[in-house]
């Protein structure tokens, strides 16, 4: 059967709307579908679980106990409790909500063979819709004609600020933006089908673990008193039982003190004396949406720090030009601002513009008149500029582009080889290159004037940041979008480490594998063919051969899975990495995954609505200065400072704040088994009753008030 996008672009007609109505009673409209919690379940939730349950307890026996004034101030304390963790909870909830009012509204439909606007709530897989310059991708889709290329901006999919070229036959995917071009599309997924819509499903589905680490310890703090007075009481009783003591007032004393032994007020304690270190860290410029994320950030020992935006400034900058023919660096970023229009805003020219501003060349640029522009395509790989010089009138044509291409077109007297031998070398650093060449008149061929090498430079405090980390005992580990050659750059730069992993190493997609099944068969063929080449030879050939098959393994999608992977080895590779390449949301999301699997406490930082599931998923999410709403939605710190210090100095706070959560939890130990003890003691020995009941709950309780100035205690923690 003969798909959509084999026919050509005159015999479409677009689906009929029959066939738009079947569409979407199988796929359901395009719109992210969200299954919402009650608020009644979530506000009765608060008061299920284990500390609930042991305060509940606590209330029910002061009930039976008649004793209605601990009643009261029991319940007081859960409903304060359960109040305060709603609040917290209802703040976080916005991330799904922040998502779906990010999809495009509008689209442009081939219906019954007319061009329609439809909301693009109606699409359907297999509708033909149009894109142009400005337009927010409504859907996936497969570019099938009607232009030659797109500009697209994959910023909301995969973080990186650059555009991407698109031509026909590739995918676009939805909520991408045009920024320059047209082109006719199929839709081939819509709603949570998409690559969008999995992201949004990924924050849905990203729950942290029922109970923090430190909440677990309490828990089993609360287990150990209970079971500790559990033993007491009974032998208290099996003692005044023998000793014919009256059974009521045995039954009384023995609730009263199980009441006393149940750390009523700990969770109350736990949570002033993590609102104090939620206040510290709002002085700091660091707000904590989720107070829990305080005790993980305290036992953080990864960090996953998303590259564009965090370790580096997001902003292209020029490296040293390579300048061949001009006197210097300064002639050949003038002749490359010629080639560009500053209107276009487009990320690659502006730090040109910015160099020949800062170098007083501006205004030079007013002394020629533009008369002819060719911008940038997928197939030329160039700009080309037609000028005049107002004084004189003689013409100049000015073209840059891919250097590759802008070299082949000069023949002036230059060393084409040592041309891309620097040429790789900027390739190898992660640099993305320029090539300069300008044409005066009378001149038949370009004369190639040198190479503009642009490159995201790391912001000034992220190599002491991610040092402090280190001695902290952080490992931060990188994850970016981009290529291993720029990763790999920026991970050398800033110390972070070497080990940077192909995402799809990960995902059971390496070529490693295929590399060295490639090298034996070129070994075997070369010797079969070539007997007498020498050994130096038929090794050169076999490089040769191996190096070209990389280059084309890289260029292609690999089927996911074709490489297997036990879990424990991709754990192993996970936690050995300095970094990750090549990551889309998915992967952010499956490699906190696993670090968290292996038993390490998890960070993750972001901006971007790609890093919402991860940072959801993450122990401690924190979404960096200038992050997009749906990413602040997500995390449990939002950063109002730039840069990763702030997070390092957070750290430190978060860890005094813990050791106070420990002092007052060892307190409560000691209090309860001396309280506890004391009483057992006086019974089973003494034959006395030291106090009431009633001076037990006050003892209990009026113990845990001068204890909450533990909250402010002036505390010393170990560097790491």
């Not at 029959?18 to 979407?24: R, V």
């Not at 439809?118 to 232009?147: M, N, T, W, Y």
């Not at 026909?168 to 089908?193: F, H, L, P, S, W």
């Not at 990763?644 to 750290?651: N, P």
Request: aromatic share 8%.
């Amino acid at each position: 059967m003969m798909q959509k996008d084999d026919l050509k672009l005159d015999e479409m007609q677009g689906l009929s709307s029959q066939q738009a109505a079947e569409g979407l009673k199988e796929h359901g409209y395009n719109e992210i579908n969200e299954k919402e919690e009650s608020e009644w379940h979530r506000m009765f939730r608060r008061f299920w679980g284990p500390i609930p349950w042991m305060i509940e307890t606590a209330a029910l026996l002061s009930a039976f106990a008649q004793r209605w004034e601990d009643f009261a101030i029991i319940l007081v304390l859960l409903l304060v409790n359960s109040g305060v963790d709603y609040y917290q909870e209802s703040k976080a909830l916005s991330a799904i909500r922040v998502l779906k009012q990010k999809l495009a509204h509008m689209a442009l439909v081939l219906r019954d063979g007319k061009w329609v606007q439809l909301a693009s709530r109606e699409l359907v897989p297999q509708d033909i819709i149009k894109l142009k310059s400005g337009d927010i991708v409504p859907a996936d889709a497969r570019l099938v004609g009607g232009g030659d290329f797109l500009s697209v901006d994959q910023s909301a999919l995969t973080g990186e600020s650059l555009p991407v070229q698109r031509e026909a036959k590739e995918d676009v995917y939805a909520n991408a933006i045009i920024k320059q071009g047209e082109m006719m599309a199929i839709v081939t997924a819509t709603g949570g089908a998409t690559y969008f819509g999995k992201t949004v499903e990924l924050v849905a589905r990203a729950q942290k673990e029922e109970r923090s680490h430190f909440q677990k310890m309490v828990m089993n703090v609360g287990n150990f008193l209970i079971a500790i007075t559990v033993v007491m009481i009974t032998v208290i009783i099996a003692v005044g039982l023998y000793r014919h003591e009256p059974t009521l007032d045995l039954l009384v004393f023995a609730l009263v003190l199980m009441i006393s032994a149940i750390p009523v007020a700990m969770p109350a304690v736990l949570t002033v004396t993590m609102a104090v270190g939620a206040s510290v860290l709002a002085k700091k410029e660091a707000i904590v949406s989720h107070l829990a994320a305080i005790e993980e950030l305290a036992g953080m020992d990864v960090l996953c720090s998303d590259k564009t935006g965090t370790l580096t400034q997001n902003k292209m900058k020029i490296s040293e030009p390579y300048v061949v023919g001009l006197e210097n660096a300064d002639a050949l970023l003038f002749y490359a601002s010629l080639a560009c229009k500053e209107e276009n805003s487009d990320p690659i020219e502006e730090p040109i513009f910015t160099y020949v501003k800062a170098h007083g060349l501006y205004e030079k640029l007013s002394g020629y008149t533009l008369k002819k522009f060719l911008p940038f395509d997928p197939v030329g790989k160039r700009t080309e500029a037609l000028l005049s010089l107002k004084a004189d009138g003689s013409e100049l044509t000015v073209t840059k582009g891919a250097p590759q291409v802008v070299i082949e077109l000069c023949n002036n007297d230059f060393d084409k080889s040592e041309a891309y031998a620097q040429v790789e070398a900027f390739a190898h650093k992660g640099f993305r290159t320029l090539g300069v060449a300008y044409r005066e008149s009378g001149d038949e061929a370009y004369r190639f004037a040198g190479l503009v090498p642009l490159f995201d430079p790391p912001r000034e405090d992220s190599e002491e940041a991610v040092a402090d980390a280190r001695a902290k005992g952080v490992n931060v580990k990188m994850v970016t979008g981009d290529n291993i050659a720029v990763a790999a750059y920026i991970a050398g730069v800033l110390k972070i480490g070497e080990k940077i992993e192909d995402v799809r190493e990960l995902k059971g997609e390496s070529i490693e594998e295929y590399l060295i099944l490639s090298k034996v068969l070129a070994e075997v063929m070369t010797k079969k063919m070539w007997p007498k080449a020498s050994e130096e030879e038929t090794s050169e050939l076999v490089s040769g051969i191996v190096s070209e098959v990389k280059k084309q393994l890289i260029a292609v999608e690999l089927p996911k899975g074709s490489v297997k992977k036990h879990e424990s080895e991709i754990i192993a590779m996970i936690e050995k990495a300095d970094g990750f390449a090549q990551v889309y949301p998915e992967d952010k999301y499956f490699i906190v995954d696993e670090l968290q699997k292996a038993g390490h406490i998890v960070g993750m930082t972001g901006d971007g609505v790609n890093d919402a599931p991860a940072l959801k998923k993450a122990d401690c999410g924190i979404a960096v200065s200038g992050a997009t709403d749906a990413a602040r939605a997500a995390a449990d710190i939002v950063l109002m400072t730039p840069g990763l210090h702030i997070i390092i100095e957070a750290v430190s706070i978060a860890r005094i704040t813990f050791e106070r959560m420990k002092s007052y939890a060892i307190y409560r130990i000691a209090e309860t088994i001396r309280v506890i003890i004391f009483m057992t003691l006086a019974i089973v020995v003494f034959k006395f009753y030291p106090i009431t009941a009633l001076m037990i709950i006050f003892l209990a309780l009026l113990n845990d008030i001068p204890i909450l100035t533990i909250a402010y205690d002036n505390t010393k923690v170990r560097e790491n």
